[in-house]
């Protein structure tokens, strides 16, 4: 038959079911998900913490059934058979493919320190852990978040709202050091440090104490002590290649695909977090965890399966938000370039653009300010040469710089 198995009921793995059904596929498709929730978002787990508000599903339940897609959930894909084609479940079951798509996903790093097994020291991934860190985080409550990257300082900006008492910890000299500018994180310490956040760079932990099973303090390489009684850890994810390697897919640092999300091996795909990929437009490749990018590369698989055409692979983008502040991001830092800060029309306001030395720009980051996201995407998209005085000029409209 002309089956369709995805492993990995997430946003790579639903959109692609559901983009398959679009384009008519009419072959069966199943769709293997380990959590007990059906396919739903995760940026708001780390940006709400409450129910109504944290749970978004990405289709109504009825959509599975509805468009054919047998969507099984709490189970778990356990082995897969490459000769016989055919996936095992931990239910005992198993299913037969003519292609696999493998959407497992990324696991929560954990910091390999002594006490990392105690209560109240968690990652956030799934509802499930956002229910818990949600239901912990009361005002009065004091939080140690390990790890500047964009899931800690978001989850750090929503505790200090409610009035939680929070340190944020970093090993590097910068928040978000791996995926932010040195401007941009120097503004977002200073946003959060001015609503009462501390920030401590330059500190990485050596030990977490507890004493009679509930968390006491976090200790760092250098003897300093931060009282606490909970602990995010916020350190990054580890993409989930142990099926694909079993399959003799290539790993490195992700499952390794091709433009359209093509293994080395034929009929096995690949999308989403777990992958490493490269991009239409940069040399390299690149694991970006991101909704755009799994989203991009569900679409790219769903055309390689149906013989149709993809398209050309977006300027990668990515947002988040911390406290009032809309942040949208897109295009990849490189080094040697200048950043030029145009200012918005209030302080919470700007964007900064990474020009390179030909005055093309690679990445620009901007808060509350959509008209210069959709401007910067548009220029690193067509490589347009900037003046960077016209760019710095707040009162040149944008517009006037794109071609
Ligand atoms: P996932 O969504 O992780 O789905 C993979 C699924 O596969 C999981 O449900 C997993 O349980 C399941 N699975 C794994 N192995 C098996 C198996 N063997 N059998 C069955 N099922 C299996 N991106 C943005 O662009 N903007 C944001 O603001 C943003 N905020 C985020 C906030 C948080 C807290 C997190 C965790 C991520 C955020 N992201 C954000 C990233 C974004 O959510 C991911 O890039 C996206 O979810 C990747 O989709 P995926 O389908 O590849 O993986």
Known sequence: SDSVVIIGAGHAGAT?????????WAAPITLIGEESHPPYHRPPLSKKFTDDTMVQLLKP??????????????????????????VGLDNGEHRDFATLVIA???????????????????????????????????????????GGGYVGMEVAAVARSRGVDVTVI???DRILARVASAELSRRLTEYHAARGTRVVVNCTVAEFLAADGALTTVV??????????????GVGAVPNVELAQQC??????????????????????????????????????YRLESIPSAVEQAKHAAAAICGTDGGVH???????????????????????????????????SFGLFHQRLDRTVCAVETANSPKD?????????????????LLADAEVPIRDLLR
């Open 16 to 24: 692609l079911a559901g983009l398959l059904r679009q384009q008519k």
């Open 61 to 86: 339940a009825h959509f599975y059934p509805d468009n054919d897609i047998e969507l099984l959930l709490g189970v778990r894909a356990t082995a897969v058979d490459v000769a016989a084609r055919r």
């Open 104 to 146: 497992t996903g990324a696991t929560p790093r954990m910091v390999p320190v002594p006490g990392a097994e105690a209560a109240g020291i968690s990652t956030l991934r799934t509802i499930s852990d956002a229910q818990r860190l949600g239901s912990a985080l009361d005002a009065g409550v004091t939080l140690a978040v390990i």
């Open 170 to 172: 970093e090993r590097e």
């Open 220 to 233: 760092a390489q250098d003897g300093t002590s931060i009282a606490c009684d909970h602990v995010l850890v």
């Open 248 to 285: 003799g897919v290539a790993c490195d640092g992700g499952v390794l695909v091709d433009r359209a999300g093509r293994t080395n091996v034929p009929g096995i795909m690949a999308i989403g977090d777990v992958t490493r990929r490269p991009h239409d437009a940069l040399d390299g490749l």
């Open 314 to 348: 977006e300027t990668p983008w990515f947002w988040s938000d911390q406290f009032d502040l809309k942040l949208k991001i897109a295009g990849l830092l490189e080094a040697g370039t200048r950043t030029i800060v145009r200012a918005g029309e209030s302080p919470e």
């Open 373 to 389: 996201f959709m401007a910067g995407k548009k220029l690193i998209s067509e490589g347009v040469p900037v003046d960077p005085d």
